[in-house]
């Protein structure tokens, strides 16, 4: 059975960093689409980021475009997400999922971690 792991979430000031891990098991993980979705209370599950299965392309959504890097390591089965210049708005369950394909909305990732707390305090 597919598992994703996510891990180092935490508390953090406005203006800090952090870097999520993203760890699988059972999956062929090199031939997944990996990408973070995150989703604040009381609002909908967005897109975060995704990267391609090589590793040499990625989308980011205008919000974190230039703060958030993801980068993944096909060795370890792990995806990251390094995290910077946070702000109270970036706030929010981050959650890891895999896909076969590079799309790039909730419907087209069949597998998901069980999330990680993020919260900045202002």
């Known amino acids: 059975q597919v598992q994703l792991v996510e891990s180092g979430g935490g508390l953090v000031q406005t203006g800090g960093s952090l870097r999520l891990s993203c760890e699988a098991s059972?999956?062929?993980?090199?031939?997944?689409?990996l990408a973070w979705f995150r989703q604040a209370p009381g609002q909908e599950r967005e897109f975060v980021a995704a990267?391609?299965?090589?590793?040499?392309?990625?989308d980011y959504a205008t919000s974190v475009k230039g703060r958030f890097t993801i980068t993944r390591d096909n060795v370890k089965n792990t995806a990251y997400l390094q995290m910077n210049n946070l702000t109270p708005e970036d706030t929010a369950v981050y959650y890891c999922?895999?896909?076969?394909?590079?799309?790039?909305?909730?419907?087209?990732?069949?597998?998901w971690g069980q999330g990680t707390q993020v919260t900045v305090s202002s």
């Open positions: 999922a895999a896909g076969l394909y590079y799309l790039l909305e909730r419907k087209f990732f069949p597998y």
């Open positions: 059972y999956l062929d993980f090199g031939s997944h689409v």
């Open positions: 990267i391609a299965t090589s590793g040499l392309g990625s």
